[in-house]
Nanobody, 120 residues
Framework: VQLQASGGGLVQAGGSLRLSCAASGRALSRYDMGWFRQAPGREREFVTLINWSGGSIRYAGSVKGRFTISRDNAENTLYLQMNSLKPEDTAVYYC??????????????WGQGTLVTVSS
């Protein structure tokens, strides 16, 4: 499967952005999906995951209550709605695909990143 993330940009603190991740090559419904991010000078970190049906979701503590992951398997697209953005959310965001809980630590497939910059 090939993954293409989009939707990043510059936003002021407190604002919102919606990231998308379009899948091609194979049906998105085959995979559990996740979002990760990498801030400048830091290691890539897990943000959130959603299982293939959308029935199971998990968030990192730093984004819980502010970010919402969702998926549209019919459209082969994964989403990340980010609200109440903070400067510390500034990072390159990556979507990823894999199987089960391992998606949160070792996805099988990665998309290219999309840069989110939150100004104070």
């Amino acid at each position: 499967v090939q993954l293409q993330a989009s939707g990043g940009g510059l936003v002021q603190a407190g604002g919102s952005l919606r990231l998308s991740c379009a899948a091609s090559g194979r049906a998105l419904s085959r995979y559990d999906m996740g979002w990760f991010r990498q801030a400048p000078g830091r290691e890539r970190e897990f943000v959130t995951l959603i299982n293939w049906s959308g029935g199971s979701i998990r968030y990192a503590g730093s984004v819980k209550g502010r970010f919402t992951i969702s998926r549209d398997n019919a459209e082969n697209t994964l989403y990340l709605q980010m609200n109440s953005l903070k400067p510390e959310d500034t990072a390159v965001y990556y979507c990823a695909a894999g199987y089960g809980a391992l998606v949160s630590v070792a996805p099988n497939y990665w998309g290219q990143g999309t840069l989110v910059t939150v100004s104070s």
